[in-house]
Each structure stands twice: as C-alpha cells, then as structure tokens.
C-alpha cells in the first residue's frame, strides 16, 4: 500500500542464511505484484513478480508467495549473500490500466559474513 | 530488459531556480512514463503519469505548476522543478512500460536533486 513518512523496518541475516522479507499491500483489486531492490542511490532493479491468479512463484534463488485473503506478499531469498544487501520493495498495481505501482514501506535487508 | 536513463544523476541548483530531469526510453517507445520522489529512508511515492502527446496526470497533492511535465516524444519525459526550494530537495526516479514486457517497468538510475 502507499506509505507516508515511515521508516524503513530492517532485517539482518548472517551470509548463507535464508531471507523472509513481507509486504502488506493495501487494494484488493491490485492483480500484479512485483518485488523490487534498490541499492543505495540506484533506481529500483526487478528481481521477481507474481499475478493474482498464482500463489506462488519461484526465481533464481527468490520465491514470492501471495496471499490474497490476507493481502499480505512475501519475498523469500535463498543463501543469502552480501550482494544482496539492499532495499527491498514490493509494488502493486491494477493490470492493463496505465500500470501505475503503488510502493510498500519497503524493508532495508542487512547481510552479515 | 529494456534501458530507462535519467539525465541528471544528481543536481545542486540554488533556492528559486528551476531544475529539469530528462527521462529517456534508450531502446522501445514509452507512450506511458512515470515521475516518482524519494525522500531519505522512505518509499517511492508515485508523483504522476507522463502521457505522450498530451497533459500528465497528477497525483493527490502534487502541484502541477510546481512539477511541470513534458511528454513530447515517444522516447522522452522531462520533469522540470520549478521555483525549487530546500524542501524539494529528493531522489527522483521515472519509469516506464515497455510493451512487450507486458507489465513490468523500467526505472531510471534515478535524480538526487539538492537544493540549496
């Protein structure tokens, strides 16, 4: 959902260890989820998304699970690596509109060697 | 994926100036982009919709003689900050849809604009 003037919730996790970031979204008529990373001073780079008709969907090392009773969106990072550290965001939107995203609070992700 | 660039990467113009950002789809035609700002530690804010060939749409209290935008080209969004103030001081990014791409969006590497 849209966030005003919030801070961003951190979460650290030793290198190796698996990664469990959430986002509450807020229109139960968004269809499209995607989950973003920002590196510091960057523009937000995709890393994975899902549609409404899916609860689930793996990548590359990342596995994003929807919950649409709940609207709740979880973005799930396996073996964590140093490289990882940064931003994380998920953004919804109504599909086949203008796609305008509507960003989370974000989740400012810390990996420890 | 496709390239979104933003020009430029950062900016220190004086209080009462104007600033403009450009934003240029490199490889596909955008009839659609968009101006976020970022403040320190928060999220992107959806500022409003750049639309080719005709006025933008603006968000719920974004001023849109303050933030004027130009859409005058399939490749080409401007952002112009107008009579800028400290407080207009953010990271601003755009983004944009490339058609093929169904609904994914391409961002820019985004503006840091500090007004001083």
């Known amino acids: 959902g849209e966030s005003v003037g919030l801070h961003l919730p951190t979460l650290s996790v030793q290198e190796g260890d698996n990664s469990i970031i959430n986002c509450a979204y807020s229109?139960?008529?968004?269809?499209?989820f995607i989950w973003y990373k920002q590196e510091s001073g960057k523009g937000p780079q995709f890393i994975i998304d899902i549609r409404s008709n899916m609860d689930k969907r793996q990548g590359q090392r990342v596995t994003v699970l929807l919950n649409k009773t709940v609207k709740h969106l979880s973005l799930q990072i396996a073996a964590t690596q140093p490289g990882d550290s940064a931003v994380y965001f998920c953004?919804?939107?109504?599909?086949?509109?203008?796609?305008?995203?509507?960003f989370g609070a974000g989740t400012r992700l810390a990996v420890h060697p | 994926g496709a390239v979104v660039s933003q020009h430029p990467s950062w900016v220190i113009c004086k209080s009462g100036t104007s600033v403009k950002i450009e934003c240029r789809s490199l490889d596909f035609q955008a009839t659609t982009m968009f101006w976020y700002r970022q403040f320190p530690k928060q999220s992107l804010m959806l500022m409003a919709t750049s639309n080719e060939g005709s006025k933008a749409t603006y968000e719920q209290g974004v001023e849109k003689d303050k933030f004027l935008i130009n859409h005058a080209s399939l490749t080409l969004s401007t952002l112009t900050v107008t009579s800028a103030h400290p407080e207009d001081s953010s990271f601003y990014i755009c983004?944009?849809?490339?058609?093929?791409?169904?609904?994914?969006?391409?961002f820019g590497q985004g503006t840091r604009l500090t007004v001083v």
């Open positions: 953004a919804e939107t109504i599909s086949g509109g203008y796609n305008k995203l509507i």
């Open positions: 983004s944009a849809n490339e058609p093929t791409a169904n609904t994914e969006a391409f």
């Open positions: 229109n139960s008529a968004s269809d499209y």
